[in-house]
């Protein structure tokens, strides 16, 4: 049975074709369901897509505002048309995408940033989210044994490293002399267990904040570790989620605005069924 959204006519082919192009994603989300109510289920989301779009259209033809025209080439160009003329129906497709496109911005936009007291009350009510596990911030030297750098080499490095750091040497500066890996100034920042190798856990992870430990060997090389600080498992900080969360709320009231615009083109539209 065909569709009329304000006078336009859709016929049943494309309902069909918005559920097949649904089907795979949908029958795996509704997997436990009857077949017989995720096919009913199925068709009246795919009916309600194609009415939404062709809503949508018709609000993007009534938008008085012209689109840009190094936009729309832009489109072309993303599509491979760039040499589609000015009569072409692929072009006027494009503009119209790119009509619609603006007026879901537009709704998006509309919605306000979440306020400070909405970003730390989602914070204190999903602690569970945010759990993280032991973890260390460390600075290391190493030095890695190669054909041309044998242990005993490297060893030796790393003695000399310990011993300007002894005698009150920034440990950034040592690094910077005698890494393999000076970036940073041999910060590797936090990290929990399991992020290095086991041999290396198994050192770092009883070192205290402040403590510099003797020389030691992985199967990377020699390593002199700087223990900055530790944090043990539990939530991680709100300022150091602070910024997800805000992200988090703010697209989440950017799609709310955009449901909230749909929804009103659709209360204002005249949709019924025909022959």
Not at 86 to 105: M, N, Q, S, T, Y
Not at 139 to 166: D, F, G, S
């Amino acid at each position: 049975m065909a569709i009329l959204v304000n006078g336009e006519r859709i016929e049943e082919d494309a309902v069909q074709q918005e559920a097949e192009r649904m089907r795979p994603e949908f029958e795996k989300a509704f997997a436990d369901e009857p077949a017989e109510t995720r096919e009913a289920r199925l068709r009246d989301w795919a009916r309600d897509n194609v009415i939404e779009r062709r809503l949508l259209e018709q609000a993007a033809k009534a938008d008085p505002r012209p689109v840009p025209a190094d936009q729309v080439e832009a489109a072309l160009a993303q599509a491979g048309r760039s040499d589609a003329p000015a009569d072409d129906p692929f072009r006027a497709e494009v503009e119209l995408g790119l009509r619609a496109r603006r007026l879901l911005d537009d709704a998006g936009r509309s919605a306000p940033p979440p306020s400070d007291e909405a970003v730390r009350a989602f914070y204190n009510e999903h602690l569970k989210e945010f759990a993280l596990p032991e973890r260390v911030h460390a600075a290391h030297i190493v030095k890695h044994v190669t054909p041309c750098k044998p242990p005993e080499v490297c060893e030796a490095a790393l003695q000399e490293a310990q011993k300007e750091l002894a005698a009150g040497a920034e440990f950034a500066a040592v690094a910077t002399k005698y890494s393999d890996c000076p970036e940073n100034g041999g910060d590797l920042g936090w990290f929990a267990r399991g992020q290095m190798v086991e041999e290396f856990d198994h050192t770092v992870f009883k070192m205290k904040p402040g403590q510099t430990g003797d020389v030691f060997a992985t199967r990377f090389g020699f390593h002199l570790v700087r223990m900055i600080d530790t944090q043990p498992a539990g939530p991680a900080s709100f300022e150091e989620v602070e910024g997800y969360i805000r992200g988090r709320l703010s697209a989440d009231a950017r799609n709310a605005a955009v449901e909230q615009y749909l929804d009103g083109l659709r209360a204002a539209a005249k949709v019924e069924d025909a022959a």
